[in-house]
C-alpha cells in the first residue's frame, strides 16, 4: 500500500465516521466538526483520485470538498454576526 492509497482509505473513514455520526445525531449538518471532516475527507480522495486519475472521483470529491468550505464559511459568518 503506497502513501496516496493511505490517504484515500483515511478520506473514505473520514466520511463514514461523519456520515455515520450524523446519522445518529451525533453531529448535525451545522456543525463545523461535521463540515471539516467533509472537507478533509474530500481533499484526502482528491489526492487519492489525481494519483490514480480517476478524473471522475477526483471531480466529485472536489465539489464535495468546496460544498464543505461553502457551508463552513456560512457557519462561521453566522456564529459571528
Known amino acids: ?40 475527507g ?7 483520485a489525481f494519483d490514480t486519475k480517476d478524473r471522475p472521483n477526483l471531480f466529485t470529491n472536489l465539489i464535495w470538498m468546496f460544498i464543505g468550505i461553502y457551508a463552513t464559511i456560512k457557519i462561521i459568518k453566522r456564529k459571528k454576526g
Open 42 to 48: 474530500g481533499l484526502c480522495l482528491v489526492i487519492c
Open 1 to 40: 500500500m503506497n502513501i496516496f492509497e493511505i490517504i484515500g482509505w483515511t478520506g473514505s473513514a473520514l466520511f463514514i465516521i461523519s456520515y455515520f455520526l450524523l446519522s445518529t445525531n451525533r453531529l448535525n449538518a451545522q456543525s463545523i466538526l461535521y463540515q471539516l471532516m467533509n472537507v478533509a
